[in-house]
């Protein structure tokens, strides 16, 4: 298999997403409770790593959604397995993905929360802002990094289910 160049290796992976937890630190405060939601599988890693420096009493809800399919360009089409979510009345929730590319696959997350749950509110942590891509309008409240059109992978991004265990952002040359 081929070895990915290093785009943001570990030690700057790390740090930045400390630095983030921290921006959500002050944002949220440390007394109400924040409702996590992990969109699996890409967000695992990040979603981990981020909540280990969050002070506030946390709850997790893990969901898979998938849009990519096996290629590197959005399939059109969002697939979730048995999406399920509790109704969070009157507390916050955010959201926490590994990339925001066209936008597809969080705006059919935000529509069915708006549909199906109440939340007091509900915001957006990305690792990755692909924004160049975008097609929906939405933008994250939490950013790590921003990234131009190249397919990266490593830190929960895949190529084809793999690369998800890299302790770095990789990306191919063409
Ligand atoms: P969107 O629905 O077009 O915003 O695509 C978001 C999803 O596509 C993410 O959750 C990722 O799983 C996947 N994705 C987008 N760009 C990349 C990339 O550069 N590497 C790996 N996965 C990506
Ligand atoms: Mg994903």
Redesign the pocket.
């Known amino acids: 298999m081929n070895e990915p160049k290093i785009l943001i290796d570990t030690d700057e992976l790390y740090s930045r997403i400390k630095q983030l937890a921290n921006e959500i630190n002050d944002y949220y405060g440390t007394e109400d409770t924040l409702n996590i939601i992990c969109?699996l599988k890409?967000?695992a890693m990040f979603c981990t790593e981020l909540s280990k420096n969050l002070k506030m009493p946390l709850k997790f809800e893990y969901i898979t959604?998938?849009?990519?399919g096996n290629s590197?360009c959005?399939s059109g089409k969002?697939k979730s397995l048995n999406l399920s979510l509790p109704t969070f009345e009157n507390e916050n929730v955010l959201i926490v993905?590994?990339?925001?590319?066209?936008?597809?696959?969080?705006n059919f997350l935000f529509d069915f929360i708006h549909h199906n749950c109440k939340p007091k509110s509900t915001k957006l942590a990305v690792l990755?802002d692909?924004e160049i891509?975008r097609k929906y309008n939405l933008i994250p409240d939490f950013k790590a990094f921003e990234?131009d059109n190249?397919?990266?992978?490593g830190f929960g991004?895949?190529?084809q289910g793999f690369y998800r265990n890299l302790d770095y952002i990789g990306y191919f040359e063409n």
């Open positions: 969109v890409g967000a959604l998938s849009s990519y590197t959005s969002v993905e590994d990339i925001i590319d066209t936008g597809l696959t969080l990755f692909k891509q990234v190249k397919f990266i992978v991004l895949d190529y």
